[in-house]
Nanobody
Framework: QVQLVESGGALAQAGGSLRLSCVASGVTFSSYAMGWFRQAPGKEREFVAAISWSGGTRYSADSTKGRFTISRDNAKNAVYLEMKTLEPEDTAVYYC????????????????WGRGTQVTVSS
């Protein structure tokens, strides 16, 4: 059974930093591209960042480019999202997702999803 479990969400102040983690089980992790998405209240779930199975290819949303960094550790079955210079607009539930194949920004092609972790940024 595939499980993705996110952690690291918290209340942070604007300008601060957080590091989200997502640990996978039940999959051959190194065969999967991973993505981070977020969903704010009343809004669609949107792409944040994605990384290929090897870590050699990465994509970031324009709204987070230069502030958020995705990385992975295949030995630990984990993917991370380092978030810096947080803004109130970053407030959302953050989800990690997995898919076999290439990394992509397209939400609907990801097969497995975690339950999310809440990030709240106060001004």
């Amino acid at each position: 059974q595939v499980q993705l479990v996110e952690s690291g969400g918290a209340l942070a102040q604007a300008g601060g930093s957080l590091r989200l983690s997502c640990v996978a089980s039940g999959v051959t992790f190194s065969s999967y591209a991973m993505g981070w998405f977020r969903q704010a209240p009343g809004k669609e779930r949107e792409f944040v960042a994605a990384i290929s199975w090897s870590g050699g290819t990465r994509y970031s949303a324009d709204s987070t480019k230069g502030r958020f960094t995705i990385s992975r550790d295949n030995a630990k079955n984990a993917v991370y999202l380092e978030m810096k210079t947080l803004e109130p607009e970053d407030t959302a539930v953050y989800y990690c997702a997995a898919r076999r194949g290439v990394a992509t920004m397209t939400r609907d092609v990801y097969t497995y999803w975690g339950r999310g972790t809440q990030v709240t940024v106060s001004s």
